[in-house]
């Protein structure tokens, strides 16, 4: 008999308790598939209190917003009349889909990306042209870059800022523009 087993086996003889090698073995897979069972329940829970403290705090930016170009850069001075239509829809965590439509130009430019929200108010969007000057983007030709978002709610109303991240002093420079939550 093991070393183990024989302590076990002598204490209980001591407290003149029937256990046998088997009431042993029964009691440490309990054990084992009772804290394994604990940690899993107490992971679940932890996953969904933080994927709804994210759902809270991004889900507002679902739905139809305006963006409204900037004018005059120094000033800050935005235009009064819509530029473009954007769709954004919260996927989870800190990730919401962007998907914008020019309604100024010709040909109708549509571009998409990704916001990756870093606080609760600012994150960085990746973006790419899929329709530019009625030429479509993605086989041959890409046209794509990087914004710094902004949010607020002022008054009741939702404002996104994105803010243009030029990737080299030669890459193209499409300028900032304003959100308002339609």
């Not at 829970?45 to 994927?51: A, F, S, W």
């Not at 850069?73 to 889909?97: C, L, Q």
Request: glycine share 8%; hydrophobic share 35%; aromatic share 14%.
């Amino acid at each position: 008999m093991k070393p183990a087993l024989k302590f076990f086996k002598y204490k209980a003889s001591e407290m003149n308790l029937p256990i046998g090698t088997s009431d042993i073995i029964n009691g440490l897979v309990l054990g084992i598939f009772s804290s394994i069972f604990a940690s899993i329940i107490i992971s679940s829970y932890i996953v969904y209190r933080e994927n709804r403290k994210y759902r809270k705090m991004y889900s507002r930016w679902n739905g139809i917003f305006y963006g409204y170009a900037i004018e005059d850069e120094k000033e800050r001075i935005v235009s009064t009349s819509p530029a473009s239509e954007a769709t954004m829809k919260y996927v989870g965590k800190n990730k919401i889909e962007f998907r914008l439509t020019d309604l100024n130009s010709t040909g109708h430019n549509i571009w998409s990306g990704v916001i990756f929200m870093d606080t609760e108010n600012s994150g960085t969007m990746t973006w790419r042209y899929e329709k530019h000057l009625n030429e479509e983007l993605g086989k041959t030709k890409h046209l794509f870059g990087i914004k710094k978002v902004f949010t607020s709610e002022v008054s009741g109303e939702w404002f996104m800022f994105l803010m243009e991240q030029p990737m080299s002093a030669t890459s193209c420079h499409f300028g900032n523009e304003v959100f308002r939550k339609k």
